[in-house]
């Protein structure tokens, strides 16, 4: 059971960046996943999730810029990140709705300025 997510890296402020977070070992056609983020210092706050039914919540702070997919086929999850700033700058987490396993790695995501 494992959630690995790639994609992150450095990139200049108003940038795109594209995670994305590719599942086994769940039945993902029927799993709410979604993104959490992690700046230094701060708690763990919620990016986006998505629904089995492709309902999307974006939070306040990214919502217009942050899209969330999903690929059932693929069994993944993806982020597109676009006008990034530097307040984007966390650990990028993906996140399961499964009880089986519910946090990836964490991908970094720089935004310089």
């Known amino acids: 059971v494992q959630l690995q997510a790639c994609g992150g890296g450095l990139v200049q402020a108003g940038g795109s960046l594209r995670l994305a977070c590719t599942a086994s070992?769940?039945?993902?056609?029927?799993?709410?996943m979604g993104w959490y983020r992690q700046a230094p210092g701060k708690q763990r706050e919620l990016v986006a999730t998505?629904?089995?039914?492709?309902?999307?919540n974006i939070a306040d702070s990214v919502k217009g810029r942050f899209t969330i997919s999903r690929d059932n086929e693929k069994k993944t999850v993806y982020l597109q990140m676009n006008s990034l700033r530097p307040a984007d700058t966390a650990v990028y987490y993906c996140?399961?709705?499964?009880?089986?396993?519910?946090w990836g790695q964490g991908t970094l995501v720089t935004v310089s300025s």
């Open positions: 070992g769940i039945i993902f056609r029927f799993t709410a």
């Open positions: 998505i629904t089995p039914n492709a309902d999307t």
């Open positions: 996140w399961s709705g499964s009880s089986l396993i519910s």
